[in-house]
């Protein structure tokens, strides 16, 4: 007789876990960073006394990058992995593609830069250990611009007040997550996404922990203005649908207004006559609705983009060639779903 979770467990496109730890690490041209990361992560992962994997992305690195990754496979290739994206896909594009490889029961995902002490990695664990299927880092002391705090807060207030996500730092990478959340994620089949996000909607129970943070050791941030508005925009489209509902709730407050103030027109046109002043106010009135209308048109212009790049069934990425076990595969690519 199958139960439920059996059958669910069936469909698992995943070989069980093999390892106990799996260490995800997105890589985008961190070439001054890499070196010092090395030395750092791997005495930490060699005194856990748990087997383990790093497995690195390469996302599309222009600088040598995938020459230092590919030394430190050839150095530790009992322990690392390194995939080799054609392109730049994004950071959470990154971390996907390493998810549907990891062979590790507990998966934490980490930045290449060193803002993440690797050293924290272990007061993750402990709270895996006591049985939190999702653990969110809280950076203490965040290492970023001022532009960049307020954004977060900015975000955040957005966040809680449009869905029902309980992040206290949504934007710090250090956590980690089951396997079975981690499964979750890749069953989602998700672009667009904000995988802290997605993980702590399918986490059972999920938990935080204060983790130290650090400027970034070398180079500068991969975060354009550009890049990081589409990012943020991802976690809410992602997730709520609240502020569609509110442009129609204003939509209606402003038809509202509009209707009343013709029936003051029609009523003064009537009875005080026909007048030529105001025309101005009018002309501010129509311009404040024109841009409110515009702002309308943008956000569902935000969700009908992510809804039509699902639709088109592009490929999610292409990898080059994926390094492990001393043996070289020639890669393949994801497709969305
Ligand atoms: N990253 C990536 N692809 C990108 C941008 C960033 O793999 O297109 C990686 C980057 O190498 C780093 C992590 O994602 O390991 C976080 O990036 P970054 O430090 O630039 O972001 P910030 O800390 O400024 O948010
Ligand atoms: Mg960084």
Redesign the pocket.
Known sequence: MSTNSSASLTQTPFAPPSLDVSIV??????QG?LPLLFQRLYPVLDALGRSYEVVF?????VDA?IELLTEQFNARPDVTRVIDFNG????H???MAAFERVRGNVVVT????L?NPPEEIPKLLEKTDAGYDCVGGVRQNRQ?SIF?RYASMFVNFVRRSSTSIEMTDQ?C?LRAYSRAVVEGIVRSGAINTFLPALAYTLAKNPTEVPVAHEE?HA?????SLG??IRLNFDLITAFTTVPLQLFTMLAMACSAGSLLLVCVLAFRRIFLGAEAEGLFTLFGILFFLVSVCMVGIGIIGEYVGRTYQVVRGRTRYQVNRVLENNLTHEGGNSKFQ
């Open positions: 690490i997105p890589v985008y041209n961190e960073n992305t390469n996302d599309g690195s990058s730049n896909y994004g950071q594009m990154a971390i980490l930045d290449a830069d803002q970023d960049r934007g990478m970034r180079g500068v941030s991969n975060y890049k990081l």
